[in-house]
């Protein structure tokens, strides 16, 4: 009960901080809403071209791109969040001031990131989605369970999307310097996550493939939870989340048991 | 110290004011170029951090091509432009940016440096602000792009089947060259503004990086208020959309007067003066936070 009140505290003041910043708040809103308008009216183009590409429609193919400029801040599709500063304190031996700490490393963060992802959500995600559903005809459903659905789905794909950064941080207790890793791990996910493309489209079995690795949780998933297009229907696609979602914190664990072992904490 | 005593003050009795005005711009690139290469110095100490950079930089422009070759698997045309033109564009749009983000992309870090104070600094050093700021940690990585970019440009250039005439080589050159003016002009005016609005530095990302996405698709995808925005407000159509349409011979999607397809270099003349004038205001409404 006192640990969950602890990580409790710890998303509410992860959600503060970032809330803090509202001009750049506005600022990637704006951003987010630009790129949307940038992905809309390519998409528009190819579907104008070739109807019914990946199996969605028009407005389908829309709605995926305004999700996915609403997801991009909250679920970290590029990266960053806690990573750069977890990375930050790898490398300058300030992790050792958090192994001492009597919280669990893993939990600790996943619940500040899991405030930031809230505030990023709401702030960052709500408006670009909104003003897109103005502009352009978007296939956004009518009835609540969908939306509850597609809101358990995004509450995944954050936890995924933690899980795997949380990996490649790890990884700086070995390299020391993860920027190049972290880059590595941006771009995976910007690609696989079906940022750029939806999965749907890639050909044959590369995108068979491509929609079975964990990057495909943070965004696909959620988009075809939303749409109501994921093959299986929303449980499976929920439960592919989830099944992810384990494995990935469950990895994380046991990498941090290793690694946590190699820090040696120099005196003076 | 014996550096900055060469710098020329003041006009002397002999130079005129345009001689002091061209002296301070070399003084400008000179330390500029001393600066990059301490960056490079300092980045060349960690070699295999460095190769990760590079080939990361690399990477993440060549999926977004490998998405539009995706696209070229399922059409044939996107906006009626084949694979060869789209890619035309692509690689002048990659090239420009990617030059003018390896020369003027630190720019973007000026709203950091007013926040945590460290501005300052840079007004007590003998030497511009701006060639300061721009070589300051001087991203050698940012290769990658351009590499990627010019690769794609080439296998574009020889898959177009146009005769390369002395007037469409020359064309290119310009074009890539007045994209980078450009394109480094939106990073100097992204910088000012961040004298202003210190936390948004975020809005410029819509420019820079929404800007060469942008132009890496024909101008017919895009409606027309948006086309119209991006050759009259913020000229990045000059970087490759209309010189472009006239190396490929393509009628542009607004009907403008024939002629500003070659206007690239006055625009991009004119963006210098515009961002010389928005940093000078920038800098000079700059208050240290005096923390």
């Given at each position: 009960m006192h640990l969950l009140r602890l990580h409790f505290a710890v998303a509410l003041s992860g959600f503060r901080r970032y809330a803090t910043y509202r001009v750049a708040t506005a600022a990637g809103v704006f951003t987010n809403t630009v790129f949307g308008f940038i992905l809309a009216y390519t998409f528009l183009a190819l579907w104008h071209e070739r109807?019914?590409?990946?199996?969605?429609?028009q407005s389908q193919a829309l709605t995926f791109v305004w999700t996915g400029q609403a997801l991009l801040a909250a679920a970290a599709l590029m990266g960053g969040g806690f990573q750069d500063e977890f990375q930050e304190r790898i490398r300058n031996g300030d992790v050792a001031i958090d192994l001492y700490r009597p919280v669990d490393l893993q939990t600790w963060w996943l619940a500040a990131d899991l405030g930031r992802a809230l505030f990023q959500l709401l702030g960052r995600g709500v408006l670009p989605l909104a003003l897109g559903s103005l502009v352009f005809d978007l296939a956004l459903p009518a009835s609540p369970g969908t939306w509850l659905c597609f809101l358990a789905a995004v509450l995944l794909a954050i936890v995924v999307s933690f899980a795997v950064r949380y990996l490649f941080a790890l990884c700086g207790f070995w390299l020391l310097d993860a920027t190049g890793l972290g880059a590595l791990s941006g771009l995976l996910s910007v690609f696989f996550s079906g940022m750029?493309?939806?999965?749907?489209?890639?050909?044959?079995g590369f995108g068979d493939t491509a929609r079975l690795l964990p990057w495909s949780a943070m965004l696909q998933v959620p988009a075809d939870v939303l749409l109501g297009t994921h093959p299986g229907g929303a449980a499976a696609g929920l439960a592919f989340q989830a099944g992810w979602a384990v494995v990935l914190l469950a990895a994380g664990r046991l990498l941090q048991a290793v690694a946590t072992r190699k820090v040696v904490v120099q005196g003076g | 110290m014996a550096e900055a005593d060469r710098r020329p003050l003041v006009a002397g009795p002999d130079g005129g004011a345009f001689g002091a005005v061209l002296g301070r711009a070399i003084w400008a690139v000179r330390a500029y170029c001393f600066i990059a290469a301490m960056w490079v110095r300092s980045t060349m100490a960690y070699r295999t951090s460095f190769a990760i950079m590079l080939a990361a930089n690399f990477a993440t422009t060549a999926l977004d091509f490998a998405a539009i070759m995706i696209m070229f698997g399922q059409v044939d045309a996107l906006g009626g432009f084949t694979l060869p033109e789209v890619a035309f564009l692509y690689g002048t749009s990659a090239v420009a940016f990617g030059l003018s983000d390896l020369l003027l992309g630190s720019a973007e870090r000026v709203g950091r440096r007013v926040r945590d104070g460290t501005m300052d600094v840079l007004l007590t050093r003998p030497v511009p602000v701006l060639s300061q700021l721009a070589a300051?940690?001087?991203?050698?990585?940012?290769l990658g792009r351009i590499v990627q970019g010019s690769l794609v440009l080439g296998w574009a250039v020889s898959r177009?089947?146009?005769?390369?005439?002395a007037g469409r080589v020359a064309l290119l050159a310009s074009m890539v060259l007045c994209g980078t003016v450009i394109f480094g002009c939106v990073f100097v005016v992204g910088g000012a503004f961040q004298f202003w609005a210190q936390d948004a530095s975020e809005v410029q990302n819509a420019f820079t990086y929404g800007g060469t996405t942008l132009l890496?698709?024909?101008?017919?995808?895009?409606g027309r208020e948006l086309v119209r925005g991006v050759t009259f407000v913020v000229p990045l159509a000059f970087v490759n959309w209309l010189p472009a349409l006239r190396v490929l011979g393509r009628d542009d999607p607004l009907g403008l007067p024939d002629g500003l397809d070659l206007a690239a270099p006055a625009v991009a003349l004119l963006c210098c003066a515009v961002a010389g004038a928005a940093w000078r205001a920038g800098l000079r409404s700059y208050r240290s936070t005096g923390s």
């Open positions: 109807p019914h590409l990946g199996g969605y429609d750029l493309l939806p999965l749907s489209v890639f050909p044959g | 300051d940690r001087f991203a050698l990585r940012r177009l089947e146009l005769e390369w005439t890496q698709y024909p101008p017919t995808v895009f």
